[in-house]
């Protein structure tokens, strides 16, 4: 997958998800069968991938360069 496909969200609620930070920005990880039952996997705080609520999450666009410096230092 390419920069400029790859998808990023806001962590905007982090009830019971002590590995969530409010305000900070999450990169999707693909899973068809999670989007369907509304939620989503990221990697956490805990370096591992987990599936939260999408609810939790705020899509946002970030422009091609910033996405690019983003995965570098990820």
């Not at 496909?5 to 069968?33: A, T």
């Not at 999408?54 to 899509?59: E, G, I, L, M």
């Not at 946002?60 to 990820?74: F, G, P, S, W």
């Amino acid at each position: 997958m390419n920069e400029k496909d790859r998808q990023f969200v806001l962590c905007i609620k982090n009830e019971g998800c002590e590995d969530l930070e409010i305000r900070k920005i999450y990169e999707v990880l693909p899973d068809d069968d999670a989007a369907k039952d509304e939620y989503i996997r990221i990697v956490d705080e805990s370096g591992e991938d987990y599936l939260y609520p999408s609810n939790y999450f705020y899509p946002v666009e970030i422009a091609l360069d910033v996405r690019k410096t983003l995965l570098r230092v990820a």
